[in-house]
């Protein structure tokens, strides 16, 4: 008979790490090493680098294609596409978004003199709570910035029907939501514009990268000369600008994992599906789930420690850690508790909630296509023994 494992089988409780190598969140996902090879080649060949080259426009092309989109501008990262967007939507005074992020969607509006007012979130779902936005609606408010969180929509009607009855734009930090869809259409088509993050993290990466995307032509078109510092051909400077331009080489990376996609989708799922029979029966944890009527990438593994649970998320982070397993605690603290924002939101707490309790629970494991199962199965035991102590 398998002899039941006990604390003193952890790390914590004096055994060596599970694992030798340490096991990341965030592995990138690489395609061929030689389709990447070959494009970077060409482009050495070609002797042209950046600045809008045939590799970055072909980039765009698949994007648009892909999402069903009428514009892609493909940029150096996510947070400059969330500048950028900002900037073209000319959004000022207040805008409301959700402190439940990571810190640069809050950051890419103050670092425009524009004043995040932080929202709370679904306790479910980790997203905007349509309500609290609502509440906080003031003559000052110019916009909602939605964020699709671990890749699960904002709730996009609701948030819709706010901006229309205010006369607000909105927008959408879709980071991490690239593939997946709400109401059976990608995401990309919501909003007045949708902002992603290719950076190596993300289930889909270009090294470092991002775009815009929208179906308004008037926007699109100055995005993209913003992009490029406003110029509107030689000498001819028409908006106040940014250099925001994707590289050569980032698109080759983009056109390379275009090919591995799906591979990286079916492998995000597999690992998704062991987590989620190998935790099934632990009550103190909740693995989030996907809502699997849409298209989803699979790429966050997250959990949520129970309140009742005999540990801590912290706990867990430490039994981990010690395995090896370099768990994340994505994202704690709330944006409003950072450093350049708690003097400024001193009450926030008592008006947030469901994040300070989302934010104080929830814990993001390794995942991907090289997460074995053996090594879920260890997972898993770790959680087991520390909800038996
Ligand atoms: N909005 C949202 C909702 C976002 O989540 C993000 C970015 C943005 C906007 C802004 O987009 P970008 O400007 O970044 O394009 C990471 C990423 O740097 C960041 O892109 C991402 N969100 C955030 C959630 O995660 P850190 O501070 O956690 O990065 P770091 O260096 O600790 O790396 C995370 C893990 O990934 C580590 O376990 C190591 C592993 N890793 C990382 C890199 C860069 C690798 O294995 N290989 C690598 O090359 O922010």
Redesign the pocket.
């Known amino acids: 008979m398998k002899k039941m494992k006990t604390y003193d089988d952890l790390a914590i409780g004096g055994a060596p790490p599970a694992f030798v190598e340490p096991l ?5 996902n690489i395609g061929s090493k030689q389709t990447f090879l070959n494009y970077a080649n060409e482009m050495l060949d070609r002797g042209w680098l950046t600045n809008n080259g045939p590799l970055v426009q072909e980039f765009e092309e698949k994007v648009k294609c892909y999402l069903d989109v009428k514009h892609c501008i493909a940029v150096c ?4 596409a ?1 500048e950028i967007a900002i900037r073209a939507l000319e959004l000022s005074g207040e805008v409301i978004v959700p402190s439940y ?2 810190i ?2 809050a950051h890419a509006l103050y670092w425009q003199g524009i004043k995040p007012v932080f929202a709370d979130i679904d306790p479910v779902t980790h997203n905007l709570d349509p309500e609290s936005v609502r509440s906080l609606i003031t003559s000052r408010t110019t916009a909602i910035i939605g ?1 699709h ?1 671990w890749g699960r929509a904002a709730p996009i009607s609701a948030l819709e029907e706010i901006a229309t009855e205010y006369g607000l734009q909105l927008m959408f ?1 879709a ?2 939501a690239f593939g997946c869809s709400y109401n059976k259409q990608m995401i990309g088509n919501y909003g007045n514009a949708e902002v992603f ?6 289930f889909f990466n270009t090294l ?3 775009a815009v995307v929208t179906n308004d032509d008037q926007i699109a078109e100055k995005i993209r000369l913003m992009r490029n510092f406003g110029f509107a051909g030689y000498d001819n400077v028409v908006h106040p600008g940014t250099n925001g331009k994707m590289t050569e080489i980032c698109a080759a990376m983009g056109l390379t994992n275009f090919n591995h996609m799906q591979e990286v989708l079916k492998e995000n799922e597999r690992c998704y599906n062991e987590y989620a029979y190998l935790l099934s029966e632990i009550s103190a944890v909740r693995l989030c789930q996907y809502d699997l009527h849409e298209k989803n990438n699979f790429q966050y593994i997250v959990l949520e420690v129970a309140q009742s649970a005999q540990f801590n998320r912290d706990d867990l982070v430490t039994a981990l850690h010690a395995e090896n397993v ?1 768990a ?1 605690k ?1 994202f704690w603290p709330g944006c409003h508790q950072m450093l350049p924002y708690r003097e400024k939101y001193p009450v926030a707490d008592s008006a947030l909630p469901v994040t300070c309790d989302v934010a104080e629970r929830v814990i993001v494991l390794p995942a991907g296509p090289l997460i074995r199962r053996a090594q879920i199965t260890v997972i898993s035991d770790v959680i087991r023994i520390l909800s038996r102590i």
């Open positions: 990341h969140v965030g592995r990138p990262n996510g947070t400059v969330l992020t990571f640069a969607t964020v969180l930090d980071a991490h993050s290719f950076h190596a993290t993300k470092e990268g991002g370099l994340r994505y």
